[in-house]
C-alpha cells in the first residue's frame, strides 16, 4: 500500500460547486477507508451521490483530510466494534436508505459483508469472509476446486513448529494467517529461521488499524517464480480480469514490493493461463460481487496462488489500470452493487497510456535519509505522472526493508509499452540516490 495523493482545495471546491443542488441517486457508506479506498469517497461525490464514512476518528483510525472534506457525513464509531458499528449503520440506513456498503481497506472486508447482508443489500457473501481472509481456509477451498496451492499447515503455538517445518519442508515461507502489507512474511530456510520468525511475529507490537498482529501463523512451501496480481470485479456473478500487473520485489528473505507494471510484459497465452487461474481461484472462495485482488506466481509455466482479496488492490494499482485500460474500478464497483449503468457512473474511459507503473524507493534498510538526489529532475520527466514523499527526511524508518512502511518514495509513470515501463521502472532506480542512508 502506499498512501493516497490529496486532492487539492481547489478540486474540493470544485466537486462542492459542481453538485451544489443535485439531485443525488445513490448512497454509498465506505467503512474505514484509507489507501486505494479513498477513490470510493471522490468517485461516488464526483457523481453527485451522498457517501458515508464510517470511522473512529482517533488514533490509528482517522480518516484524510480529503475524505472528511469530500463525504456527506462520517459517522464517529469503533469501526472494530462490530455491533456499535451495525447499530449506528442501521440507525443511518433508517433515516435514508444506504444503496451499497464497501470495505475501506483488507480489515474491514468481513465488516462490509455482514452490515451488507444486515441491510439486505448486495455485497460479499459472509460465508466467504473466512476464505478470503485466513490464508489458510483459503488455500483449503482452492485446494479443493482443483488448483496448484502451496503445501502449508497453520502453527498456532510454537511447540508445533518442528512438526510443521517436517510437513513443509524447506525453503518455506511464514507470514500472519490474517494480516497484509507484506508484514511479517519472510522467507525462512531452516528450522531456526522458522522459530526466530516466529519469536518476531510473536514479540511485535505495532498496530494495524489499532489491530493486534495474529499469533496464528502459516507455513506454506515456496514457490519460485515470477509474482504477479490478476485484478478485477464480479457483477451478477460473472468475473472479470481487467489487468494482469507484474510485481517487482526486493531481495528475500523479505517479499517487499517495490514496483507494479500495468499490463504485465507477458506473451498472450501466459497471460490468459494467469487470468483463467484467477478466475477459478474467485469461484472457489466464493467472491460473487464487488473487487478482487489475487496475487500468484508462475512456476514452471504454471499458475499458483499467493493470494485473494475481496477489496481493491493497493499500491495504486486502481490507478495504473485506469490509465492502461480505461476502467475505473472503484467506479465499476459501486455501479454494480448499486445498480447504477456503469457507462452513466462514468466507469469506462478512453486509456491514456499503452502501459503505466510505479516504483517504490527504500532507504536501503538505513533508519533515516538526508535527501533524495535527482528527485526533482526526474518528476519533472513528461512521463512521470505524480511523485510521491511517503516518508520525510529525518523521519524514522524500520531497518529490516520488509514491510510497505520501509518505503519512502513512490513514481507514478507511464510507457508506450509493457517492456519500456520496466526500463523505466528500473531507471527510475538509478537516477534518484538516497543520501544520508
Known sequence: MTRPRPLSMRTIAEFRARFRGTSVSYRVLVVQPAFS??????????????????????????VAEVVRDLATEIITVDTNDNAALEAAVV?????????????????????????SARLGIPGLNPA????????????????AAGLDVPRFTVVRDPAELDAAC????????????????????????????????????????????????????????????????????????????????????????????????????????????LASYALRVVQAVGITTGPFHCELRLSDGRPVLMEIAARLPGDKIT??????????????????ITGADPVEARAHREPVAKAAGIRFLTAAGAGSYRSLDGWEELTAEP????????????????????????????????????????????QIGDRVRVLGA
Not at 319 to 336: H, K, N, R, S, Y
Not at 397 to 410: G, N, P
Request: some cysteine; proline content about 5%; charged content about 25%.
Open 166 to 273: 517436517a510437513h513443509v519442508g524447506f525453503p518455506a515461507v511464514i507470514k500472519p494467517v490474517d494480516s497484509g502489507g507484506s508484514v511479517h512474511v519472510s522467507r525462512v530456510d531452516s528450522v531456526a529461521e522458522a522459530r526466530a520468525a516466529l519469536d518476531a511475529m510473536h514479540a511485535e507490537e505495532g498496530l494495524e488499524f489499532d489491530r493486534a498482529l495474529t499469533h496464528d501463523a502459516i507455513l506454506e512451501q515456496y514457490v519460485s517464480g515470477t509474482e504477479y496480481s490478476a485484478d478485477g470485479y464480479v457483477r451478477d456473478g460473472e468475473a472479470v480480469v481487467v489487468a494482469v500487473t507484474r510485481k517487482l520485489l526486493g531481495p528475500e528473505p523479505r517479499f517487499l514490493e517495490l514496483g507494479h507494471l500495468t499490463p504485465a510484459p507477458l506473451d498472450e497465452p501466459t497471460r490468459e493461463d
Open 319 to 336: 490507478e495504473l489500470m485506469e490509465m492502461a485500460t480505461g476502467l475505473a474500478l472503484p467506479a465499476q464497483v459501486l455501479a454494480d
Open 128 to 143: 466467504a469472509v473466512d476464505k478470503v481472509r485466513h490464508k489458510a481456509r483459503m488455500r483449503e477451498a482452492v485446494a
Open 383 to 426: 512521463w512521470v505522472v505524480a511523485g510521491h514523499v511517503l516518508v520525510a527526511p529525518g523521519a524514522g524508518i524500520k531497518t529490516d526493508e520488509a514491510d510497505y512502511s520501509c518505503r519512502i518514495a513512490a513514481v507514478v509513470f507511464t510507457a508506450d509499452s509493457p517492456e519500456e515501463a520496466h526500463e523505466r521502472w528500473h
Open 91 to 115: 440507525e443511518a440506513h433508517r433515516r435514508t436508505p444506504i444503496h451499497a456498503v464497501v470495505a475501506g481497506g483488507e480489515y474491514y472486508v468481513p465488516a462490509a459483508a455482514l452490515l
Open 37 to 62: 479506498a479513498n477513490a470510493y469517497v471522490a468517485h461516488a461525490r464526483s457523481l453527485g451521490w451522498d457517501v458515508l464514512v464510517a470511522s473512529l476518528e482517533d488514533e490509528g483510525r482517522r
